[in-house]
């Protein structure tokens, strides 16, 4: 399951996810971030020890060290990753600027959903319908 790279699973069929992952992958450092669809008809959750419905609620990323995080703190370990992006994790650590991105996401997450999708048809994915 670790392969020691950063293991990032995103939305594939989000427009929205899909250009930032596309960002993150054009970014100096990327080659140590493993970037995972979960809409992937080869996708496995429980292969991966991922609830398969939080993980579509959810970002996920498991770290390095095999620490999972989940939601900003998953942003978070995207940006220490990335060169580029360090400040913005030192100060999406700290209380206040967390407590605030944690807000923006959860309405985030909540709304993503029903944003438009790559794909009317999710039938290749069996979990596009859990994260409503």
């Known amino acids: 399951m670790n392969n020691k790279k950063v293991q990032v699973y995103y939305d594939g069929l989000c427009h929205l996810c899909s250009r930032e992952i596309d960002h993150y992958k054009s970014q100096r450092g ?10 992937a008809p080869t996708f496995d959750a ?17 770290k390095a060290n095999g620490e999972l995080a989940i939601g900003v703190d998953a942003f978070i370990a995207i940006w ?5 992006y360090h400040f ?3 100060l999406g650590k700290r209380a206040l600027p967390h407590a ?5 996401y959860h309405v985030f997450a909540k709304v993503r959903p029903y944003l438009p999708r790559k794909k009317a048809d999710c039938s290749a994915s069996p979990y596009c319908e859990v994260a409503k």
């Open 100 to 104: 605030v991105l944690t807000a923006g």
């Open 88 to 90: 913005a994790a030192r």
């Open 30 to 39: 990327s080659e140590a971030i493993q970037f995972l669809d979960i809409t």
């Open 80 to 84: 220490a990753t990335l060169p580029k």
């Open 46 to 62: 429980a292969k991966e020890g991922l609830d398969p419905k939080r993980v579509h609620r959810e970002m996920h990323v498991r």
